[in-house]
Structure formats: structure tokens, C-alpha cells
């Protein structure tokens, strides 16, 4: 059994522990009212800048389709974009994001296909390691950039789009977090190259006049559309982020103080034990007199 000054120190630690968590949970809510704002803000203009590309490749095809939409002619090497988050204590986000893309590359090796990783943010980078150490490749380092924006997505983007046209790469799936709420962020996989050509396009009767040709709109349009994807997947990672934050220091609150009280507990009742043994000394010694 501790000691009563084992037991005030660790009532003392876990108390000290305690003001972190809250502190981290009061940080973390302050920064999801804005980040939620921005992750809800960018997903309408993804949504229309995807009914826009929808309706103009249903008017190309052969040839004339870039090869960002048309693709390699080939789906033998895959590349998995992994958006992971920079910072731990955040619940199981990390982990859940890295089991869906195990997930997705056992499935596409188990179909005799090449994979590949391409990491974004630090954790997560240990695990996929640990079980594929010979297929990452090359990443992009978000930890030095405070709240990362566009500028990133670009960055991403560009280097991408380079390999892909370097013929280092046929198919790209994106992984990240979709931000519901605080209490849930759902991993996503989805395709970013080739372009997926939505099915779903609206079919209108209207005359479509476009200026220049479609196929060097779809030019300009495609790698904009490829900016927008990661960018998306930045600001829904970073909603995500201070949502399991948030959550999980408030579990860890409320945790410490089940352990404080429990700890307060002991201590009370060894105390009491050890008032009650001197008590019990000091009696038998008089009656011993």
C-alpha cells in the first residue's frame, strides 16, 4: 500500500496533469469554431468547380481528353496520398486514417498492383513505415507551416501532377478525414488522378457555346480541380484535428478527475488508518501504566 506522501504526490501530479488537458481542450474549441467555418466554406465551390468539369468532359473524349482526365491507359501503379495530421493528442484520428490506407493497399496489392505512398504530415508517417518501409516515396512536410492554405495545396498539387506526367505513377487515391463533428471524423478514400469523370452529369438542353474549346478549358480546369481536392482535404484535416483534440483532452479531463477522486479516496482512508493505529498506541500504553 503507498504511503500518504506517495499518494499526495501523485494526487499532485495527476492534478497538474489535469490543468493541461483542460488548457488543451479550452485551445482546441477555440480553434475549431474557425477551422470547421473553413472546412464548410471550401466544400460548396469543390462541389460546383465538379458539376463544371462534369459538363464539359461529357463533351470530350478520344484524343482530345487531357491526360489528367484520360489517364495512362493503364492502372498497374498506384499512389496513395496519405493526409495524416502534425500534431498527437488527438484521439484515434492518426490511427484511423492509417488503417484506411493499409486497408487500401492491401486491397490493390492483393490485386498484383504496385503501391506507392506519398505522406502529408508527420504522424502517421511511423506506422505505414513499420509495415511498408520500401514503398514510401516522397512526401510534403506541413509541420513548419502554422495553419496550412492554399499555397500548400498548390505546392502539393504541383508535385503530383509532375510525377504523374513523369510516368512515375498511373492511378492516385487521396485518404483523409472528412470533419462531421466533434465526435466524428470519417477517413475517405477517393480518386484524385486521373480526374474521376463524375457520372452523374446533369444532362441540359441547353446550347453551350465555350470559348476557348473544351479541351483547353479542361486544360486550365483539371489541375485547378486537383488544387481544390487538397486543399479540401487540408481544411477537413485541420477541422478534424481540433475536433479529436477537443475530445479527447475532454475524456482525459474527466478521466483525472475520476482518478483524482479516487486517489483522495485512498489517501483519506490511510489517514484515517494511520490516526486510528496511533490512537490505539497511545491507549494501550496508558492502560499499560
Excluded at 504526490?9 to 477555440?30: C, D, E, F, H, P
Excluded at 484520428?93 to 484506411?100: E, F
Excluded at 508517417?125 to 514503398?135: K, L, V, W
Excluded at 473544351?214 to 478534424?240: C, D, H, M, N, W
Aim: proline share 4%; glycine share 8%.
Amino acid at each position: 500500500m503507498a504511503s500518504l506522501k506517495e499518494l499526495k504526490g501523485r494526487i499532485g501530479s495527476v492534478k497538474s496533469t489535469q490543468k493541461i488537458t483542460k488548457a488543451k481542450q479550452m485551445v482546441a474549441a477555440a480553434k475549431l469554431r474557425k477551422a470547421q467555418a473553413a472546412a464548410e466554406a471550401a466544400r460548396p465551390y469543390a462541389e460546383r468547380l465538379g458539376a463544371v468539369m462534369a459538363s464539359l468532359a461529357g463533351k470530350v473524349s478520344g484524343d482530345g481528353a487531357p491526360k489528367l482526365l484520360a489517364g495512362t491507359g493503364s492502372d498497374q501503379r498506384h499512389l496513395l496520398v496519405v493526409v495524416n495530421t502534425d500534431k498527437g493528442l488527438c484521439g484515434g484520428l492518426n490511427s484511423n486514417i492509417v488503417k484506411a490506407a493499409k486497408l487500401k493497399a492491401a486491397e490493390l496489392i492483393g490485386a498484383g498492383k504496385d503501391v506507392q505512398f506519398y505522406l502529408v504530415g508527420k504522424k502517421g508517417r511511423a506506422p505505414i513505415r513499420r509495415d511498408y518501409a520500401n514503398r514510401v516515396g516522397e512526401g510534403f512536410d506541413t509541420s513548419t507551416v502554422r495553419n496550412p492554405g492554399f499555397a500548400e495545396a498548390e505546392a502539393i498539387s504541383a508535385e503530383l501532377v509532375a510525377m504523374y506526367e513523369a510516368g512515375k505513377f498511373d492511378v492516385a487515391h487521396l485518404i483523409f478525414p472528412i470533419f462531421k463533428s466533434a465526435l466524428a471524423q470519417d477517413p475517405t478514400v477517393t480518386q484524385l488522378i486521373p480526374v474521376p469523370a463524375p457520372a452523374n452529369a446533369a444532362a441540359s438542353s441547353a446550347v453551350v457555346e465555350y470559348e476557348p474549346d473544351e479541351e483547353s478549358i479542361l486544360e486550365e480546369l483539371l489541375p485547378r480541380y486537383v488544387k481544390t481536392q487538397l486543399f479540401g482535404a487540408l481544411l477537413e484535416r485541420e477541422a478534424s484535428e481540433q475536433g479529436a483534440s477537443m475530445t479527447a483532452m475532454d475524456n482525459a479531463t474527466r478521466n483525472a478527475g475520476d482518478l483524482i477522486n479516487r486517489l483522495t479516496i485512498e489517501y483519506n482512508r490511510s489517514r484515517q488508518a494511520a490516526i486510528t493505529t496511533e490512537l490505539v498506541e497511545i491507549i494501550s500504553g496508558a492502560e499499560a501504566l
